[in-house]
T-cell receptor
C-alpha cells in the first residue's frame, strides 16, 4: 500500500463543473503539497498546507490532520485546468517529499 | 529572478555511457532535491543536498548514481553506465531554507532516453 493515495486516478469533467481531488496518507506529516504537472511535463507548486484551508483564485485546498486527508477543489473548471494533480507529503521523520500517483484531470469545453 | 534551471532538457545516451544532469537552483536557494519520474509512474525522491553536503540519499540507487552540489556551480546528478531502465524524466527542485513548510520550486526536468 502506498503511503500517499489519491482518488480518483482519472477525472473527466465538463467546463464549469466543480471538481474535487482527494488525498489520503498513512504517515505522520509536517506538511502536504499539491502540485500541478502540465501536459508538457513541467511541475508547478500550487499549495503547501500544514493545517486548515488555503485559497488561490479558483483553487481551494483543505487538510484534516486528524483524519490524514486533504482535498483539492477547483471551482468553475476550465479546459486549461487539464493536467495531472499530485499530492505530496513531508514526513515528520524526514525531509523528503513522498508523492501520490497523481490524478489526471481532463476538462472538456 | 530566474527559476530553477535544468540542462540539458533532453539527453540521449547509449547503454554503457555516462549521463550528467545539471540543476541550477533559484538565486538564494541552498537546498536542492532530485526526483525521478519513470514512464507512466509517479515521482520518486532520489536525493536531498545542501551546498557541499548530501543530507539524504535514501532514494538513490546504490550503484551507478551519484549527486553533488559544489560550493560554486550547479548541482550534478551523474549516472554511470546507463541502462534502458534509467530512461525517465529527472526533476530537480530548490528551496531557500530547509523547513518542511517551505515551497519547493521545480525545474522543467531533463528527459533521459537510453537507447
Amino acid at each position: 500500500k502506498n503511503e500517499v493515495e489519491q482518488s480518483p486516478q482519472n477525472l473527466t469533467a465538463q467546463e464549469g463543473e466543480f471538481i474535487t481531488i482527494n488525498c489520503s496518507y498513512s504517515v505522520g506529516i509536517s506538511a502536504l503539497h499539491w502540485l500541478q504537472q502540465h501536459p508538457g511535463g513541467g511541475i508547478v507548486s500550487l499549495f503547501m498546507l500544514s493545517s486548515g484551508k488555503k485559497k488561490h483564485g479558483r483553487l481551494i485546498a483543505t487538510i484534516n490532520i486528524q483524519e490524514k486527508h486533504s482535498s483539492l477543489h477547483i471551482t468553475a473548471s476550465h479546459p486549461r485546468d487539464s493536467a495531472v494533480y499530485i499530492c505530496a507529503v513531508v514526513e515528520t521523520s524526514g525531509s523528503r517529499l513522498t508523492f501520490g500517483e497523481g490524478t489526471q484531470l481532463t476538462v472538456n469545453p | 529572478n530566474a527559476g530553477v534551471m535544468q540542462n540539458p532538457r533532453h539527453l540521449v545516451r547509449r547503454r554503457g555511457q555516462e549521463a550528467r544532469l545539471r540543476c541550477s537552483p533559484m538565486k538564494g536557494h541552498s537546498h536542492v532535491y532530485w526526483y525521478r519520474q519513470l514512464p507512466e509512474e509517479g515521482l520518486k525522491f532520489m536525493v536531498y543536498l545542501q551546498k557541499e553536503n548530501i543530507i539524504d540519499e535514501s532514494g538513490m540507487p546504490k550503484e551507478r548514481f551519484s549527486a553533488e552540489f559544489p560550493k560554486e556551480g550547479p548541482s550534478i546528478l551523474r549516472i554511470q553506465q546507463v541502462v534502458r531502465g534509467d530512461s525517465a524524466a529527472y526533476f530537480c527542485a530548490s528551496s531557500p531554507l530547509y523547513r518542511s513548510t517551505d515551497t519547493q520550486y521545480f525545474g522543467p526536468g531533463t528527459r533521459l532516453t537510453v537507447l
